[in-house]
């Protein structure tokens, strides 16, 4: 699902961000930072799973993100889908928060 | 030990299969299983060299014990140590962040233990979490 609020666009993907699922979430996420929005905010808040194929499509769209001066986030991630994210280190370079609101007022 | 030959034509219909086998396990421990499956089996069907053989892709588990989960994984490829890779460099820029070897990184980190050996023209790789 994706939504606009406040010239950030919400991007929700729902279910598993997985090997199956990542290459098509990648490609709809390129095809939204080619409107070159103020910021981009991935809500996690559905997403129950999430490998090393999901990391690759939020490393890609941070990678366009940066390259086009717009702000790139993701938020509200589950214990476990978090563990996986601050595990591979990606935390290190893109921003999360807890809540889609905290996202949008901080970046 | 239960077994599942892995169809290397259609991964998901395997994570399928391996979901539906562990079912009755806490979320949590799913979880970590799904994703040492999807990244060990991903790499098998992907990255393995099988040279002129008929793909042989085997997973076996045994869910006996939720304090030691055993899952091995079988191939008849050529002979490849995943656990000889590389893990990512995660401390360069975002633009030079690569990710080959997140996959088995993430293995790594989700077992208690693991081994590789290679016996009988298969690689085998065991893990214990």
Same mark, same amino acid.
């Given at each position: ?10 991007? *929700?993907? &729902? ?5 199956? *699922? ?30 090393? *194929? ?47 609101? &905290? ?5 | ?44 069907? @992907? ?5 002129? @053989? ?71 790789? @065991?893990?214990?979490?």
């Amino acid at each position: 699902m994706i939504t606009n609020e406040k010239d950030f666009i919400i991007v *929700s993907p &729902n279910g598993k961000l997985d090997t199956i *699922s990542a290459p098509k979430f990648s490609d709809e996420l390129s095809q939204l930072l080619k409107d070159k929005p103020k910021g981009c905010i991935i809500d996690l808040s559905k997403i129950s799973f999430l490998s090393s *194929s999901g990391l690759q499509a939020l490393l890609a769209g941070a990678k366009t993100s940066k390259n086009n001066n717009i702000k790139y986030a993701v938020c509200s991630m589950n214990e476990m889908v978090n563990d996986v994210f601050t595990l591979s280190g990606f935390d290190r370079f893109i921003k999360t928060f807890d809540t889609k609101d &905290n996202a949008i007022n901080s970046l | 030990m239960k077994c599942l030959h892995v169809n290397p034509n259609d991964i998901g219909e395997t994570l399928e299969k391996i979901e539906l086998s562990i079912s009755k396990l806490d979320d949590a421990l799913r979880f970590k299983i799904m994703l040492i499956c999807e990244e060990v089996i991903t790499n098998q069907i @992907r990255h393995s060299n099988f040279k002129n @053989r008929t793909q042989e892709i085997e997973f076996y588990f045994d869910l006996n014990d939720q304090n030691s989960i055993f899952l091995i994984f079988k191939d008849n490829a050529q002979r490849f140590n995943p656990l000889e890779k590389n893990n990512p460099d995660i401390t360069t820029d975002i633009e030079d962040t690569q990710l080959g070897g997140l996959g088995i990184f993430m293995v790594k980190e989700y077992s208690k233990k693991l081994t590789y050996t290679y016996k009988d023209g298969c690689n085998i790789l @065991r893990v214990i979490l």
